[in-house]
């Protein structure tokens, strides 16, 4: 698949947070306590999967993760009733999956254990997606540019870092529509109760959950004004957050209890989002 120009969000970076209606930046001053409290489990992902294939893909998922923390289970899969039907691939067109998730890993690891890893992306159930071009330092045996991989279609991307310095990292990326980009990162906020923790024009990050040898975070990346992201339907990202009547009313989108713990509802680019009490 042909290679898209990307840059190294690894280093500072964020996004343009002005206009902040006052209503919002209330309801965030009255909750941002909750911001303090220490829970890696602050944001999990759904994945549904076809009758059969839920332990082969919850194990290709936790071995990854092992790397980083053999017990952080951040990804639950699931069956949906039947078969879903493949979608067509439309020749000449690159879909960008609307989430991704990122691993970054410590240096120490060296270049025969990180190879191994990416290696054992490149087999099944792993499926190889694109490539980008990274920009910004990299290690001398590491490729200029960054592979993405899927399990199945409409779930997320997978990709893999090595970090010279500082903590491990799982980071949860959403690609956003250039045009809802703003309006996505004060919807993210509120849900999140947090400020953003390192932005610039076009990506930013709020960290999630953080101890002294990892780190846990939801980052926004703002696409070019002629690509869109496409939602992953058989991926959903879920939220706890400790209050829901209060939010119901500032989100874009109508919210519905589908348990007794557990709303439903969609971001500016129809991402389904679940929020848990």
């Known amino acids: 698949m042909e290679i898209i120009p ?27 306590s909750m911001g303090d409290v220490q829970d890696p489990f602050l944001v999990s992902v759904h994945i549904i999967t076809d009758p059969g294939n839920n332990r082969t893909l919850q194990k290709a998922i936790d071995n990854v993760l092992a790397w980083i923390r053999p017990d952080l289970q951040l990804f639950r899969v699931s069956e949906r009733g039947c078969w879903k039907k493949p979608e067509r691939c439309r020749t000449g067109v690159v879909i960008q999956p609307s989430l991704a998730i990122i691993l970054f ?8 254990q990180f190879q191994q890893l990416h290696q054992s992306l490149r087999r ?10 990274v ?19 409409s779930t997320p991307l997978w990709a893999i870092r090595l970090v010279h310095y500082g903590k491990e990292i799982v980071r949860f990326t959403i690609y956003c529509s250039h045009e809802n980009f703003v309006d996505m990162v004060k919807m993210y906020q509120l849900i999140l109760k947090k400020e953003v ?3 610039k024009g076009d990506f930013c990050f709020f960290i999630v959950y953080s101890n002294m040898d990892m780190e846990i975070q939801l980052s926004l990346k703002r696409l070019p004004k002629d690509q869109y992201p496409t939602p992953t339907e058989s991926a959903i990202i879920e939220f706890r957050v400790k209050e829901i009547g209060q939010l119901v009313p500032l989100l874009p989108n109508p ?23």
Request: hydrophobic share 30%; with cysteine.
């Open 6 to 32: 990307t840059e190294d969000e690894c280093v500072d970076s964020g996004a343009e947070t002005a206009g902040w209606i006052n209503i919002w930046f209330i309801f965030l001053q009255g909750e941002l």
């Open 105 to 112: 890993l410590q240096e120490e690891y060296g270049e025969e």
């Open 124 to 133: 099944p159930p792993w499926q190889y997606h694109h490539t980008e071009r």
């Open 135 to 153: 920009n910004g330092r990299m290690l001398p045996y590491m490729p200029c540019n960054q592979d993405f991989f899927t399990l199945s279609g």
């Open 197 to 199: 923790s390192q932005k």
């Open 255 to 277: 919210c519905t209890p589908i348990s007794d713990v557990r709303w439903q509802t969609e971001d500016y680019d129809g991402n389904k989002i679940l929020l848990q009490v």
